[in-house]
């Protein structure tokens, strides 16, 4: 069975204290790995996509990587504004599977 | 360009009463997907178009949900009668002719039944 699992849920950083979330996959036949951004009331928005093992991907702060069995998003002096929930999702043929996702807080 | 449109942001009803939610996709954007996100989880697909055709529709209750897509563009899902349990956000999301292409949502609905 395809599967997403996420950790930590809940990451608290100091500004400025950089840190890695995890996102480990089971899946047969990866066609993308994709990484959001969610924020309260709001829809995801996407950040990136890595379709391969060692591709790595990288926006202002964050910089997502991927292996064949895990996908880490670095964040990277962090500022209070990266507050949000982090999204992975895996594509498995046409579908998209979603993991419960990491909620971070960056306090000043 | 315009995002992806959803209407109503908030909607609460009681039980057993009948519900619709609209989505309006990118301009452009052949397939269309409905979402259900429960409280501290990710998006679970219930419905998937490409064009006016439902070609994945596996997760959909229907025995009570219902959804269409009328001449590929807008989209509307509906739960006919309405239970407790399907208090949630319900997410339309659309994707650009590459089937690996990123998916692009909309703010949601977020819907409580009393």
Same mark, same amino acid.
């Given at each position: 069975?395809?599967?997403?699992?996420?950790?930590?849920?809940?990451?608290?950083?100091?500004?400025?204290?950089?840190?890695?979330?995890?996102?480990?996959?089971?899946?047969?036949?990866?066609?993308?790995?994709?990484?959001?951004?969610?924020?309260?009331?709001?829809?995801?928005?996407?950040?990136?996509?890595?379709?391969?093992?060692?591709?790595?991907?990288?926006?202002?702060?964050?910089?997502?990587?991927?292996?064949?069995?895990?996908?880490?998003?670095?964040?990277?002096?962090?500022?209070?504004?990266?507050?949000?929930?982090?999204?992975?999702?895996?594509?498995?043929?046409?579908?998209?599977?979603?993991?419960?996702?990491?909620?971070?807080?960056?306090?000043? | 360009?315009?995002?992806?449109?959803?209407?109503?942001?908030?909607?609460?009803?009681?039980?057993?009463?009948?519900?619709?939610?609209?989505?309006?996709?990118?301009?452009?954007?052949? #397939? !269309?997907?409905?979402?259900?996100?429960? %409280? /501290?989880?990710?998006?679970?697909? $219930?419905?998937?178009?490409?064009?006016?055709?439902?070609?994945?529709?596996?997760?959909?209750?229907?025995?009570?949900?219902?959804?269409?897509?009328?001449?590929?563009?807008?989209? #509307? !899902?509906?739960?006919?009668?309405?239970? %407790? /349990?399907?208090?949630?956000?319900? $997410?339309?999301?659309?994707?650009?002719?590459?089937?690996?292409?990123?998916?692009?949502?909309?703010?949601?609905?977020?819907?409580?039944?009393?």
């Amino acid at each position: 069975e395809d599967q997403v699992t996420q950790s930590p849920e809940a990451l608290r950083l100091q500004e400025g204290e950089s840190s890695s979330l995890n996102c480990s996959y089971t899946v047969s036949g990866l066609r993308g790995l994709f990484w959001y951004r969610q924020d309260p009331g709001k829809g995801p928005e996407f950040l990136f996509t890595l379709y391969s093992a060692g591709e790595e991907k990288e926006k202002e702060r964050l910089k997502a990587t991927l292996t064949k069995k895990e996908s880490f998003l670095h964040i990277t002096a962090p500022k209070p504004e990266d507050s949000a929930t982090y999204l992975c999702a895996v594509q498995a043929g046409t579908a998209l599977i979603f993991g419960k996702g990491t909620t971070l807080s960056v306090s000043s | 360009e315009a995002g992806v449109v959803q209407s109503p942001r908030y909607k609460i009803i009681e039980k057993k009463q009948p519900v619709a939610f609209w989505c309006n996709p990118i301009s452009g954007h052949n #397939t !269309l997907y409905w979402y259900r996100q429960n %409280l /501290g989880q990710g998006p679970e697909l $219930l419905i998937r178009y490409e064009n006016e055709e439902a070609v994945d529709d596996s997760q959909l209750p229907k025995d009570r949900f219902s959804a269409e897509r009328l001449k590929g563009v807008d989209s #509307t !899902l509906k739960i006919q009668p309405a239970e %407790l /349990g399907d208090s949630a956000v319900y $997410l339309c999301a659309s994707q650009g002719l590459a089937g690996d292409s990123p998916l692009h949502f909309g703010n949601g609905t977020r819907l409580t039944v009393t």
